[in-house]
């Protein structure tokens, strides 16, 4: 594009550049151009450039780039700051991205995928989250924008793990938890892992190869095949006994833990008492619970209460997790059992 210029020599380009900007007198959205020896810096027109700056003149020069969005939101101009209701967060699993739209959101949901798609970096199908159901924990998904299967493969502190949201329930809010988890195991511990889904806490014990032995649990087929995978991709790891089981069947066993998890967080508290009397003493349970703000200092002392564990068991720590609602978090409590 045509504009006017300021001819510098390139060694004065940037005192030139920063003395133009500091005055309101450096155009902004145009590049500048290099031509020989000097630099064309484009000026705002119709102003007086002072004396002795250098030769002002015409010359073509090209747009600068748009500076690149830093929220999803810039993509889709004045919609964004006219709604209110406009989700700011979502998760990106592998290649995929969720994100939970309230229903009193005007924005038509396809706006909100495409914006999606074009922020985030490696995005290949946008979905909107409308929550976990049945008792294989299962996502209901609305495609909003992009193609494909819901099928990835998601990295995670180094882990590739195996996931399909349509098939096995995951949620990468919990990847430090699962880092965390397995940087406690001690080496020879026995390790249950309760309502595993795709099994991201086995898989990152089993690559740590401290743990004697991991059993994995979960009823939903599909998940224990993607935890299989996932551990076939390893090159090394602990033995994990990946089970196809209801979680109250596994639990009427014999079988003993030096340290299990459960992360069931609406109903996992039915589970929790059963858990306690297969965990040896001396032994640690990871729990994790939906647990309304102001009630968590309690929470863990009412965990052994309601489990009928008398004084046996104890909660050592409650972790915000993450925020679930602007209600409550998901709690991550540790529980230790008496020697």
Known sequence: MNCRALRVPRRRGEAARRELLDRGLLRSGIRIRADGEDLLLPVVEG?????????????ELDPAPAAPARDYADLLKDLAAEEPALPRSFDVIGDIVLVRIPDHCTIEPGRIGEALRAFVPGARLVGADRGVHGPGRIRLLDRLAGSGSWATVHSEHGLRLYVDLERAYFSPRLAHEHHRVASEVRTGEVVFDLCCGVGP????????????RIVAVDSNPDAIELLERSLAALPAAAPVEARTQR???FLAGPEVADRAILNLPHEGIKYLGPLMGRVARGGTIHYYEITPRGRVADRGTELVSESGAGSVWRCVSAR?????SPQSDLIGYTLERGT
């Not at 806490?201 to 004697?212: K, L, M, N, V, Y």
Request: aromatic share 10%; proline share 6%.
């Open 320 to 324: 915000k997790v993450h925020a679930y």
């Open 47 to 59: 102003v007086e450039i002072p004396t002795g700056w250098g030769p002002v003149e015409a010359a």
């Open 247 to 249: 979680v109250e069947e």
């Open 201 to 212: 806490f086995a898989a990152h014990i089993a690559r740590d190869r401290r743990a004697s």
